[in-house]
C-alpha cells in the first residue's frame, strides 16, 4: 500500500509538471502585443454625480489684447478673508498639492475623518468594550455502525438525531474582565438500548467570568492598549483621542497656512498695482521726452540729435515692455507659505492679471468673471516694536506645531505605559457557574409532572448546579517581544522628545528673523521715501536744466528710470513691512487671533442632540472611591494672551496718500476687521460679532 501511494504521488507530480509546461507553449500561441493593447486601455469611471470642472459661471480670461475699461471690485482684506473661508472646503494652496498629492491636501473634513475612522477612530476603540451577543443552531442526523458496542449505548448500529442551540452575551469591561452570558439547549433521540428515554433534552445556562489580575488588568491599561494581546499593538481610546487632537493641530496649520497666503496674494496684487501705477508714470514722462526730442529731431534744432531721438525712444520702448509685463505678469511663484520663510517671504513678481488670478484661487471664487479685484486697504505704517520675552512665551504655548508635537509626546507615553504591562505575566481569575436541567421534554405546562418529564422544570427546580473556580497562568520564557516593545516606546519617546526640542530651536530662529525682518522693514519704508522724494526733485532739477540746454539728455533719462526705481521700491518695502507683521503673528502662533479667526465644530444634525439627550438620561455614573483611584490625566487646558506691542512715538513722514493709522497697535487693523467663515449672531446687537471658522462634524457620533 505504501508503494502504491507513492506511485499515485508519482503520476500527480507528473501530471501536473506536463500541464504546466503544455499552458506556457498555449500561452505562445497569443501575440503579446494583443494582450498588452488591451490591458492597457484607459477607462474613465461613471460617477453618480455631475463633476463639471469649469462652472458656467467661469468667463475667458483678461489677457493684454482683452483688457481695456474694466469694472473694478475693490475688497478690503477683512472681505477677502472672509470670502475665502466661507468659499474653501479644500484648502489650496499654490504649488498645486490638490493636483499633485490630492491625498495630501488639506480640508475641512481632517479631523470628522479621524473621528469616524472605523480602524483607529474614538467610536472604533469603544467599540472593543460593546457586548456582543452570538447565537447559533445545529442540526444533525446520525447513522453509522460502531466497531465497539459501548460507544453506542449498548447497539453497533447506531442511529441518532441530534441538536444543538447555543446562545451568549459577552461583555468586556473597562477594567480587562470578560463577562459571559452562555446558554446550551441539547437534543438527542438515538436507539442506544440503555437510554431511559427515546430522546431527551439538555438545557444550561451558565455565568463566565475571566478576570485578569496582572497582565491586561487596570482600567488605565484598557483605555490605553483596548483589548489587544500582542505588545506593540495598542489601539485604546486614549490613543484615538489622541489621533483626533493632532489631526485638529493638523487642520489649524492648515488654516494659518491658508490665511497667511491669502493675504500674501493680497499684498502681492496691491504691490502689482502700485508697481504699474509707477511703471505708467515712468513710461508717460519717457514719451513726452520722446515726442519733444522727435520734434527736435524733425526741426533739426539742436538736442535733435539722432542719438538722443533714438536714446529717447529706446527709454520708451523699454518702460513699455515693463508695462507690459507688471499689467499681465509672468507665470512666477509669488509670495507664498516655506518659499524662504515660514509665512513666506515677499517676491514682488508677477503682473496685475497673475495676481488678481492667483487670489481668486485662493478665494474660490470663478477665476473670471468680467471683473477686476483691486485692493483698497493700505499697508501698516506706524512702527511696531515686539515685547521678545512676551514673544516667545506665545510662541511657545500658542504655536500649534508645538501643541501637535506635545501630543505625539503624550501619546509615546502611554504607549510606553502600555507595554510595559506586557512584561507581567498573564494571570487570570475564571470562574464559571452553571444550572442544569434534563427532561424527556423541553417544556410541558402541565403540573405535577414525573421527574425528568420536561428539562425546564428540572432546570427550575435547581437540583442541579454546578461552579467552577480557578486560575490560568501564561508565562513567555524571556519576554522577547515585551522587551522589544517597550524598547520601541522608549526610542520613539526619546525621537519625539527630541523632535520638540529641535522644533522649539526653529521656532526662535524664525521669530528672530521676523523680529529683525520687522524693524528692517520699517528703517527701509523710511529710507525709500527718502530716496523717492529725492528722486523726483532731481527729476525736476535735471528737467529743467536740460530745458535750459545745460545738461545732456542722458541724465533726464537717467532722472526718470532712478524715480520710477524709487517709486516700485518704496511701495515694495511697505507691502513687505506689512507682511513682515503678519509673520510675526504667524511665528508666534497668534495669526487666527490676531485677525479673530476662530474655529470650533459646526452643528450636528438635530437628532443627535435628542439621541444624546436619552444616552445621558439612561448612563449609570460609576462610583468611584478617588482615596484609592486617581484618574489619568491626559490633557488641560490653559488660558492663552495676545502679545502686547508698544509703539514707537515718531511717526513717518506724511506719504502722498493718507494712511490710516490706529491706536490699537496690537492688531494694527481697523476694531471693526473680523474675517471668518459663519458670523455667529450676537443677540444684544445688531453688530457683527467675531466669527468662528467651523469644521464639519464626526456625524456618525450622536453622543457625545
Known amino acids: 500500500m505504501h508503494r502504491l501511494a507513492m506511485v499515485f504521488g508519482l503520476f500527480a507530480f507528473v501530471t501536473a509538471a506536463v500541464g504546466c509546461r503544455s499552458d506556457k507553449q498555449r500561452l505562445k500561441l497569443y501575440p503579446l502585443a494583443d494582450c498588452a493593447a488591451t490591458s492597457i486601455e484607459i477607462e474613465y469611471p461613471d460617477l453618480d454625480v455631475c463633476t463639471d470642472v469649469a462652472p458656467p459661471e467661469t468667463g475667458p480670461p483678461l489677457t493684454i489684447g482683452r483688457f481695456g475699461a474694466r469694472d473694478y471690485w475693490d475688497l478690503h482684506l477683512e472681505e477677502v478673508l472672509r470670502t475665502a473661508l466661507t ?46 451577543f452570538s447565537t447559533s443552531a ?52 438515538n436507539n442506544a ?15 463566565e467570568m475571566r478576570v485578569p489580575l496582572l497582565q491586561g488588568a487596570g482600567a488605565e491599561f484598557n483605555r490605553i492598549a483596548g483589548p489587544s494581546t500582542t505588545p506593540g499593538l495598542l489601539g485604546g481610546v486614549l490613543l484615538a483621542r489622541i489621533n483626533t487632537d493632532i489631526s485638529v493641530a493638523d487642520l489649524q496649520i492648515a488654516v494659518c497656512d491658508y490665511v497667511s497666503n491669502v493675504e500674501n496674494a493680497y499684498w502681492d496684487l496691491y504691490y502689482a498695482y502700485r508697481d504699474l501705477d509707477s511703471k505708467i508714470a515712468a513710461r508717460d514722462t519717457a514719451l513726452e521726452t520722446w515726442r519733444r526730442t522727435r520734434a527736435l529731431f524733425e526741426a533739426g534744432r539742436r538736442g535733435g540729435e539722432a542719438e538722443n531721438e533714438a536714446q529717447a525712444r529706446e527709454q520708451y520702448f523699454r518702460f513699455e515692455e515693463e508695462v507690459q509685463d507688471a499689467l ?18 515677499f517676491r514682488g513678481t508677477g503682473g496685475v492679471q497673475v495676481a488678481e488670478r492667483r487670489l481668486r484661487l485662493l478665494m474660490g471664487i470663478p477665476i473670471s468673471d468680467g471683473r477686476l479685484i483691486r485692493p483698497i486697504d493700505e499697508p501698516a505704517v506706524v512702527p511696531i516694536q515686539f515685547d521678545w520675552n512676551q514673544v516667545v512665551a506665545d510662541a511657545l504655548s500658542a504655536r500649534a506645531e508645538l501643541r501637535q508635537q506635545r501630543w505625539r509626546i503624550k501619546m509615546r507615553q502611554l504607549e510606553l505605559k502600555g507595554n510595559r504591562n506586557f512584561l507581567l505575566p498573564q494571570l487570570d481569575v475564571v470562574g464559571r457557574y452553571r444550572w442544569r436541567g434534563f427532561g424527556h421534554d423541553l417544556i410541558d405546562p402541565k403540573g405535577n409532572n414525573p421527574p425528568f418529564d420536561n428539562a425546564f422544570e428540572t432546570l427550575m427546580d435547581g437540583d442541579f448546579q454546578e461552579w467552577q473556580l480557578g486560575v490560568e497562568l501564561t508565562v513567555p520564557i524571556g519576554h522577547r517581544r515585551a522587551h522589544a516593545a517597550v524598547r520601541n516606546a522608549q526610542l520613539n519617546l526619546a525621537r519625539e522628545q527630541a523632535i520638540l526640542k529641535e522644533q522649539q530651536r526653529v521656532i526662535l530662529h524664525d521669530l528672530s528673523n521676523g523680529i529683525s525682518d520687522v524693524e528692517r522693514a520699517e528703517a527701509v519704508v523710511r529710507t525709500t521715501y527718502n530716496r523717492r522724494v529725492a528722486a523726483a526733485q532731481q527729476l525736476a532739477a535735471v528737467q529743467a536744466a536740460y530745458d535750459a540746454g545745460d545738461v545732456p539728455l542722458d541724465r533726464v533719462l537717467d532722472g526718470q528710470r532712478r524715480r520710477a526705481d524709487a517709486e516700485s521700491r518704496h511701495h515694495r518695502a511697505r507691502v513687505e513691512f506689512a507682511l513682515a507683521i503678519k509673520n510675526v503673528h504667524y511665528d508666534k502662533g497668534t495669526l487666527l487671533d490676531y485677525y479673530r479667526i476662530y474655529m470650533a465644530e459646526g452643528a450636528w444634525p438635530g437628532i443627535a442632540y435628542h439621541d444624546a439627550a436619552q444616552r445621558q438620561a439612561l448612563q449609570v455614573q460609576p462610583c468611584i472611591d478617588y482615596r484609592l483611584h486617581r484618574p489619568l490625566t491626559v490633557a488641560s ?38 474675517p471668518g467663515l459663519v458670523p455667529l449672531p450676537d443677540v444684544n446687537s445688531s453688530v457683527a460679532s467675531p466669527v468662528s471658522f467651523q469644521a464639519p462634524p464626526a456625524t456618525a457620533n450622536y453622543a457625545r
Open 138 to 189: 445545529f442540526f444533525e442526523k446520525n447513522d453509522r455502525a460502531l466497531n465497539n458496542q459501548f460507544f453506542g449505548g449498548g447497539t453497533r448500529l447506531l442511529v441518532q438525531d441530534a441538536a444543538v442551540f447555543q446562545s451568549q452575551l459577552t461583555k468586556r469591561t473597562a477594567t480587562g474582565a470578560e463577562l459571559t452570558l452562555r446558554k446550551y439547549v441539547e437534543y438527542d433521540a
Open 193 to 207: 438500548p440503555g437510554n431511559a428515554f427515546p430522546s431527551a433534552w439538555n438545557v444550561n445556562p451558565e455565568f
Open 87 to 132: 468659499n474653501s472646503k479644500v484648502l489650496t494652496d499654490l504649488g498645486g498639492t490638490v493636483i499633485r498629492a490630492p491625498d495630501a491636501a488639506a480640508t475641512l473634513y481632517g479631523p470628522a475623518l479621524q473621528e469616524t475612522d472605523p480602524r483607529y477612530g474614538v467610536e472604533a476603540a469603544l467599540s472593543a468594550f460593546d457586548a456582543q
Open 637 to 674: 487646558s490653559t488660558q492663552q494672551t495676545v502679545m502686547p506691542v508698544t509703539s514707537a512715538v515718531e511717526p513717518l513722514p506724511p506719504l502722498e496718500q493718507a494712511t490710516e493709522l490706529h491706536s490699537d497697535q496690537s492688531t494694527a487693523r481697523s476694531p471693526r476687521f473680523q
Open 328 to 345: 499681465t505678469g509672468r507665470i512666477v511663484d509669488g509670495t507664498q507659505t516655506d518659499n524662504g520663510s515660514r509665512a513666506g517671504t
